[in-house]
């Protein structure tokens, strides 16, 4: 079945502080996609990043990065130089596709403070 | 171009009421999937609706059933409510049609449903 952990309920840092937000998965496909989302309190998730399954080449955008390792199923995030307003629920979840249709399975998401 | 918008952003019903939850897809967008997030829980794939035509299901009962219009935006709707449907309904819409992995979802900021 597929499942998607993310342990950390909750971080806090200060701000200017990295931090990471880690991320284990499971599935029986040979394709999906992994994605990062934020929640801040008005509910929204916003799009962070996307990696396919195909690609293990990690990135730098911005202030973010991700490690993505499918030998370990971990697809973990990282704010660089953290900054109050990144303060939000993160969510990582997997795409699968079953019978035509594709749905995102989430994790149970990572609160994270950053203080001032 | 206009986001994923949600109505309305409270309710609170009494168990045994029936809801109905409405959501306006982003512009350009056809397709329209529907998540339930329980407090502390990551959002839950209820159902998905492309061209008016539910596409794919989660593990919801019957009481719960949608509709997408021509317009393609979308209502859910929940009959018999339990103390359990208390939650945060997210409406997520999409470009693509069916099976694809790499889709991001754009979500509204959901609905918040009591039931008492």
């Known amino acids: 079945a597929q499942k998607v952990t993310q342990a950390q309920t909750e971080i806090s840092v200060v701000e200017k502080e990295d931090v990471t937000l880690d991320c284990v998965y499971e599935t029986r496909d040979t394709t999906y996609y992994l994605f990062w989302y934020k929640q801040p309190p008005s509910g929204e998730l916003v799009f962070l990043i996307r990696r396919n399954s195909f690609d293990e080449q990690n990135e730098i955008s911005g202030r973010y990065s991700w490690n993505f390792q499918k030998s370990t199923s971990s697809f973990n995030f990282t704010i660089t130089a953290s900054q109050v307003v990144d303060s939000a629920v993160y969510f990582c979840a997997l795409s699968e596709s079953s019978s035509g249709t594709y749905k995102y399975i989430f994790g149970t998401g990572t609160r994270l403070k950053v203080l001032a | 171009e206009t986001g994923v918008t949600q109505s309305p952003t409270h309710l609170i019903k009494t168990r045994g009421q029936q809801v109905t939850l409405r959501c306006s897809s982003q512009s350009g967008h056809n397709t329209v999937s529907w998540y339930q997030q329980a407090l502390g829980q990551g959002p839950q794939f209820i159902f998905q609706?492309?061209?008016?035509?539910?596409?794919g299901r989660g593990n919801f009962p019957p009481r719960f059933s949608g509709l997408q219009f021509p317009n393609y935006s979308s209502e859910l709707n929940v009959n018999a409510l339990e103390l359990d449907d208390s939650a945060l309904y997210l409406c997520a819409s999409s470009r693509g049609g069916t099976g694809e992995l790499n889709e991001k979802l754009f979500f509204g900021s959901g609905t918040q449903l009591s039931v008492l």
């Open positions: 609706y492309y061209r008016e035509e539910e596409n």
